[in-house]
C-alpha cells in the first residue's frame, strides 16, 4: 500500500514540484495551501507523513503542529524559508521530526522523508509486551530488559525512561515531556532529574547506549 504524505505549503508552484518528487517515487499526496485546509485534511484522512510550511496564511504551522499533536503522532517535517535556530528549537520542542530550510533540493526532502518513514515503521515491534529494537529487548509485563541476549538490571525509573524512549523512537522528546510522562504531571523535581537518570541509564545499556541521542536545547531522541 502507498505511503500517503500530506504537503502543506502556500507557494503553488513549490508545492507542485515538492507533489511531483513525491508520486514519482510512489506515494500517495495530497496538498493543502493554508492552515486551516491542512487541518480539515487531518480530520478528513490518515496520513503517513506530513511536510509542513511554518509561514502558512490563516494558521501558521507551528500551530498547525501543535493541532496535531494534541492527537497524532504522524512524523512532521517542518519546512521554513528562516534559518533560525530558535524556530527550529520551538519546532523539535513542539513534535516536529525533523526539519528543512528553503531553499531546499526535493531530493533531499524525499531522502528525509524516506529514511524518517523507515525509522517509524522500523524493527521495533510488541508482541505479547515485548519491545525490540538494536538488540535491545524490553518485557513490559515481567519488567525485564536483555541487550544482545543478556539481562541487564534497571531500576523503575530508568526501565520507564527505555519503554518511553522505544515506544517513541525517531521522535524529540523534551525534557519537560520525558519528566511529564515518567515521573508525572504532579511532579516537582528539577529538569537535571532527567538527565541524571538518562545518564545512569546509558552507562549500564554500554555499546546500545549509542540510540539516546541529545540534542543540544531540545532533549532527547531514540535512533536505530
Sequence with gaps: ????????????????????????????????????????????????????????????????????????????????????????????????????TKPFSPKVLLAKANALLKRASGNVCTQNGIISACGIEVNENSHTVTLDGVYVDLTPKEFELLVYFMNNRGLVLSRDQLLSKVWGYDYFGDLRTVDTHIKKLRAKLGEKACHIKTLIKAGYKFEE
Excluded at 33 to 44: C, I
Excluded at 47 to 55: E, H, K, N, T
Excluded at 65 to 79: E, F, G, H, T, Y
Design 1 to 100: 500500500m502507498k505511503k500517503r504524505v500530506l504537503i502543506v505549503e502556500d507557494e503553488e508552484l513549490m508545492r507542485e514540484v515538492v507533489r511531483d518528487y513525491f508520486d514519482h517515487a510512489g506515494y500517495e499526496t495530497c496538498e493543502a495551501g493554508t492552515g486551516a485546509e491542512a487541518l480539515e485534511r487531518m480530520e478528513e484522512s490518515d496520513f503517513d507523513l506530513v511536510l509542513l510550511d511554518i509561514m502558512l496564511p490563516e494558521v501558521d504551522g507551528l500551530s498547525v503542529l501543535r493541532q496535531i499533536r494534541k492527537s497524532n503522532q504522524v512524523p512532521v517535517i517542518l519546512i521554513t524559508a528562516r534559518s533560525d535556530e530558535e524556530d527550529e528549537l520551538v519546532g523539535y520542542e513542539m513534535g516536529a521530526d525533523d526539519y528543512m
